[in-house]
């Protein structure tokens, strides 16, 4: 079925470990995002990405960085995590930049 | 940047009554206008969308307004039912090109049953 997918659902880790979140995408888009999202909050894109090799930094600044090797993909990764780290993550992906699609989002908490 | 603004934050309603939330946008240049209903724990999805040629858009019990002149946007939604209790959020973009989605803070819509 096509949808987007992130892994892992939850993510419980002790601070300075190296975190990759995973977000797939089977629709084709070529765009995609990583948006952060404390609980009932506001969205705050943190990354974006217009196809293959490109990424940009969003609104929100973060530590965290992405990549975009293949169209489908587009993990996140902290090199070193912290407890203001904690927070959910939200993949998102589009055709012509309108409407989103959402994948499940991971929660991560870092202790 | 596009600076969008949400009201209420936290909307309490009796089942079968409508509700409406308001949303305003800073950017002219923006035309693309969609909601999106978050259910707790979910993921957010898109229940309906405008674009900047249309005033109105009605899909069942909801419908979301625009005024241009006044660059503001709001959603309403008509007998409401205990299901329709989410978070809401609007979201103002630009068509075409490389545009960015830029959200709301949220409504928070309790339908009492």
């Known amino acids: 079925e096509a ?43 943190i990354h974006y990405s217009y196809g293959v090799n490109s990424t940009e930094k969003g609104d929100l600044s973060s530590e965290s960085t992405v990549s975009r ?12 995590a912290r407890p203001s780290h904690t927070s959910q993550y939200l993949c998102a992906s589009s055709l012509t930049g309108q409407p989103q699609h959402f994948g499940d989002g991971t929660r991560l908490s870092i202790l | ?43 957010p999805q898109l229940i309906i969308d405008i674009r900047s040629n249309v005033g109105e858009k009605k899909d069942q019990r909801i419908a979301v307004t625009l005024n241009k002149t006044a660059k503001h946007f709001s959603l309403h939604i008509t007998e409401t ?19 960015k989605v830029t959200f709301g803070t949220g409504t928070k819509l309790q339908v009492i049953p």
């Open chain 2, 1 to 43: 940047g596009e600076n969008v603004e949400q009201h209420p934050s936290t909307l309490s309603v009796q089942e079968g009554d409508s509700a409406v939330i308001k949303c305003t946008y800073s950017d002219s240049a923006s035309n693309y206008f969609p909601w999106y209903k978050q259910e707790l724990g979910k993921r």
């Open chain 1, 69 to 80: 090797i293949r169209t489908e993909h587009f993990p996140l990764t902290l090199e070193s």
């Open chain 2, 81 to 99: 039912q205990p299901e329709d209790s989410a978070v809401y959020f609007c979201a103002a973009s630009i068509s075409g090109g490389y545009q």
């Open chain 1, 3 to 45: 949808d987007i997918y992130q892994t892992p659902r939850y993510l419980v880790i002790g601070t300075g470990k190296k975190i990759t979140l995973e977000c797939s995408q089977t629709m084709g888009h070529d765009k995609m995002y990583w948006y952060q999202q404390d609980p009932g909050m506001e969205l705050h894109l």
